[in-house]
């Protein structure tokens, strides 16, 4: 399922003694809005002690960016319950968009970790330039006079009817 960002804003009801309370507003990755809002009371009920019946839910936008045609450089703070305890972790990770990212960052993590979604407190995705970026494996993709060579291409037959099963000679796979 694609992972989209919504902005969540929420706060505690009104009461008698606090007519105006303080508004609280998250960035949250989910598959949708339901679960956005479900994570957003689960942060809330963690960080300032409000529950779902006590509060409110002001609105919820989803979040898109604004140039989603040029590769960025994404750096990604979070923390998540591993089987013995809370780690912190800093990743980066190239794509066209935030949303992207974050889709790598689950899928890489669900591989290498053996964490879910649930299980994940994404504190800070950001855009990172080429001179921030820590990672060996992003650095690579900052050469201007990078090649992406094919050293193995195996001519095909321009149409079904030239194509046979069965050749006489082995094909030619390396070109100039």
Known sequence: MPYHEY???????????????KIFRMRIFATN?????SRFWYFINKTQKIKKTAGEILSVNEI???KPQNIKNFGISLRYHSRSNQVNIYKEYRDLTRTGAVTKLLT???????????RMQIMEVKAVTPKETRRASTRQFHDSKIKFPLPHRVLR?????????F????????FR
């Not at 902005?7 to 309370?21: A, H, M, S, Y």
């Not at 809005?33 to 809002?37: I, Y």
């Not at 050749?167 to 390396?174: D, G, L, N, V």
């Open 64 to 66: 898109y960016d604004k």
């Open 157 to 165: 037959a321009p149409r079904k009817r030239y194509d046979s099963l």
């Open 108 to 118: 890489d993590m669900g591989g290498r970790h053996r964490t879910t979604y649930r």
């Open 167 to 174: 050749q006489a000679k082995r094909p030619i796979t390396h």
């Open 33 to 37: 809005e339901v679960v956005a809002k």
């Open 7 to 21: 902005q969540v804003i929420g706060r505690r009801k009104p009461t008698e003694t606090d007519k105006n309370p």
